[in-house]
């Protein structure tokens, strides 16, 4: 068994029984094995970030089951689930989702912090981790201070900051021009090739094209992958 | 975690100042008015040191030690009489008199006679000299003075005093026991006697032969005679503590509410605080912080306020007790003792936990999808 997650039969229902019923996704099976550089592609409201957070821990599925190294997951309480996220997942999101009054450094330090790492150990791999993604002169910046693109790389910084399993990463370069945008992307190329595992919600046909596998999904169901 | 908080507190400089100060009123004065009542209680027990283990007696009518026992009447027949009542090792005679009020002291000098051959009863109770030489047998017109009495006048061993128009000599300064007597003077009870002009003993120091049966002893002479008070320090502290716990109620109740008027001040701050931060929690939980990690974060955060204003309290209050000493001349004696201290300490430390619950709560139930979406 070398799938480091498996979706199973995921539903997801918002407001059920209700006449807002809301049905994000219907029947989802997925898997994924250590090192795949997954793209995950749909429109707008085709469920994808559901299923990005339903992967991550984050949000509970109305019915069906993620197995996260062969763990059901969602049998786990709120914060069982939270120390999942903390050591398995690395988020990447398209509002970078930093905090402000912290520093590059001490916003990659955070996981760690959480995790329970001195603040001297955190502080040495927050360091080591913003040199590999080339902001080492921009260390003691504020998100204010900092370009879009520099603050997406240091939110994969701190993504990778308790050697996550896998990276989710929520339409990384959607905020950001093509360029730059590029540059991102031949980051998370160079990071899979280090042996990072990626699963990117995206519009952008750049990242699909670099992905090696694809997943489209439309109306909540999976067509092809 | 705690450097964390700090660095959380402090983002809103003005509004955790006012917070702080909100604690620190409160718990300062629950320490200031908390300390009044401390100090009338110490003052009590201390001068009820004085006479443990022992009974004192005055006539029936009169008001008792407050007033210098005006109106008591004790002869030398009656001293006789208690001496030969079984289980009594020693009685000792003594007569007192207020002095006149010294206009800018708010203060009373006490005159008290005592037998010379009675020193050694006094000098087992705590009263030592500070220079000069104790009264003897044969001395007259030989006197001992408080501390306080000696400061204030600027006498020294050697000078003269004059009571009743008599020149008394300064033989003795007793060293200052913070009680009535640093404002006393002490003369060899026959001459005391003499120039006031009394015949009898204003009240008396009976020691049981048996300390520890004080209280048994003191019921036996109840029941024999009749015409006398007989009071023991267990009667007093009785009487006392009423009155003490009625002041403490009152003191200490009413500062409480300012405290707890200061604590809900933090439950306000955090409040707010957790509100701006909603975003920001949302992240915290998405990278992994559990429903406790937030809940505790948010409470070392309102204990971490509520503390500093507490410590800050505990100082301020602590100098505004110091000073009513000094601004009453002593006559008012606030004393912070350790349980004040310690309980002003947790009060502020349970206001900062009662009043972070609430927010810490709905910290910790945010939903982070939800916050992070939230711009």
Redesign the interface.
């Given at each position: 068994m070398n799938n480091i997650i498996e979706v199973k039969d995921i539903q997801k229902i918002y407001n059920p029984g209700m006449h807002n019923e809301l049905r994000v996704l219907k029947d989802v099976d997925l898997k994924i094995k250590k090192g795949e550089m997954i793209a995950l592609l749909g429109p707008s409201g085709s469920g994808k970030s559901t299923l990005l957070?339903i992967i991550?821990c984050?949000?509970r599925p109305t019915k069906g089951k993620v197995f996260i190294e062969g763990e059901d997951v969602y049998r786990l309480l709120?914060?069982e689930l939270?120390?999942i996220?903390?050591?398995k997942?690395g988020?990447v999101?398209q509002?970078f989702?930093?905090?402000?009054?912290f520093t590059a450094l001490e916003n990659v330090e955070?996981?760690m912090?959480?995790?329970g790492f001195s603040?001297e150990e955190a502080e040495k791999r927050a360091r080591e981790l913003l040199e590999m993604v080339k902001l080492g002169e921009r260390l003691n910046h504020f998100p204010r201070q900092l370009s879009g693109g520099e603050l997406q790389r240091v939110s994969i910084a701190?993504a990778l900051a308790?050697e996550p399993l896998i990276v989710l990463a929520d339409e990384p370069t959607g905020n950001l021009d093509t360029k730059t945008g590029k540059e991102i992307i031949d980051l998370m190329i160079g990071l899979n090739k280090k042996g990072y595992t990626f699963l990117i919600v995206t519009h952008d046909s750049l990242i699909a094209k670099s992905a090696k596998r694809i997943i489209k999904i439309k109306d909540g169901r999976i067509l092809g992958g | 975690m705690i450097?964390?908080a700090l660095?959380n507190i402090f983002?809103q400089k003005t509004r955790t100042a006012l917070t702080i100060t909100g604690i620190l009123i409160g718990i300062g004065a629950v320490v200031a008015l908390g300390s009044i009542s401390e100090g009338i209680y110490t003052q009590i027990t201390e001068e009820l040191q004085f006479m443990g283990g022992t009974i004192m007696v005055y006539s029936k009518g009169s008001s008792g030690m407050m007033t210098g026992f005006e109106g008591s009447e004790i002869t030398e027949e009656d001293v006789e009489e208690f001496e030969d009542f079984s289980g009594i090792k020693e009685v000792v005679p003594y007569v007192m008199r207020m002095g006149e009020i010294e206009i800018g002291q708010g203060l009373t000098t006490m005159t008290i006679g005592v037998d010379p051959k009675d020193v050694d009863f006094f000098k087992d109770r705590g009263v030592e000299l500070e220079s000069g030489r104790e009264i003897i047998e044969g001395d007259t017109y030989q006197v001992l003075i408080g501390y306080e009495y000696a400061e204030r006048n600027g006498l020294e061993v050697g000078d003269s005093i004059e009571l009743k128009k008599t020149s008394f000599e300064v033989i003795g300064i007793i060293e200052s026991t913070d009680d009535d007597i640093d404002n006393s003077i002490i003369v060899p009870i026959d001459t005391m006697m003499d120039v006031y002009n009394m015949d009898n003993y204003k009240a008396l120091f009976i020691t049981p032969e048996d300390v520890s049966k004080v209280d048994v002893v003191a019921e036996d002479l109840k029941s024999s005679f009749e015409d006398f008070e007989f009071v023991t320090s267990t009667d007093i502290v009785q009487q006392m503590s009423t009155i003490v716990d009625m002041i403490r109620f009152f003191t200490i109740g009413i500062s409480s509410i300012a405290a707890v008027v200061g604590g809900l001040g933090v439950m306000n701050t955090m409040i707010m605080s957790v509100l701006e931060r909603r975003?920001?929690i949302g992240?915290?939980?998405?990278?992994?912080?559990?429903?406790?990690?937030v809940l505790t974060q948010i409470l070392i955060e309102s204990v971490t306020i509520s503390l500093i204003g507490g410590l800050i309290g505990i100082l301020i209050g602590g100098l505004g007790s110091y000073s009513l000493r000094f601004i009453s001349a002593g006559l008012a004696t606030a004393k912070v003792t350790i349980n004040l201290v310690f309980g002003g300490l947790l009060f502020a430390v349970s206001l900062g936990l009662v009043g972070g619950l609430y927010p810490a709560w709905k910290a910790a139930k945010l939903d982070?999808?939800e916050a992070?979406r939230y711009?």
């Open positions: 957070h991550g984050l949000d709120d914060d939270a120390l996220r903390r050591r997942v988020f999101f509002q989702n930093l905090i402000g009054v955070m996981p912090r959480i995790a603040k701190r308790n | 450097d964390l660095k983002r975003r920001e992240i915290m939980k998405a990278i992994g912080a559990t429903n406790k990690y982070p999808i992070i711009e």
